[in-house]
């Protein structure tokens, strides 16, 4: 079962950057789909950006121009470039990827890590 570390959170003004990092348990899988995703108390998780294995990407309205994804496919490494962080940016922040095993989409997720922004 592959296993997803997050790493890079932690406590920042607004303004300020961060970048998220998340690795994969093994490097020899092929994920279609790897995306971050957030969650603060109280709401929903949502999405926040996603990019595919031939590197096409998707962004929440509320991120874009301000945060990029990226990844490195041959060690099926996840970024997330934060810039000009908000307040209202603070929550957890998961990583997730997805593969196919045989016809089925199967999905794993990290264990979060805490991204605080302070006014």
């Known amino acids: 079962q592959v296993q997803l570390v997050e790493s890079g959170g932690g406590l920042v003004q607004s303004g300020g950057s961060l970048r998220l990092s998340c690795a994969a348990s093994k490097s020899d899988l092929d994920f279609v789909l790897m995306g971050w995703y957030r969650q603060s108390p109280g709401k929903q998780r949502e999405a926040v950006a996603v990019?595919?294995?031939?590197?096409?990407?998707n962004y929440a309205d509320s991120v874009k121009g301000r945060f990029t994804v990226s990844r490195d496919n041959a060690e099926n490494i996840l970024y997330l470039q934060m810039n000009s962080l908000r307040p209202e940016d603070t929550a957890v922040y998961y990583c997730?990827?997805?593969?196919?095993?045989?016809?089925?989409?199967?999905?794993?997720w990290g264990q979060g890590t805490q991204v605080t922004v302070s006014s």
């Open positions: 997730n990827a997805q593969k196919f095993v045989d016809t089925d989409l199967v999905s794993a």
């Open positions: 990019i595919t294995n031939g590197c096409n990407t």
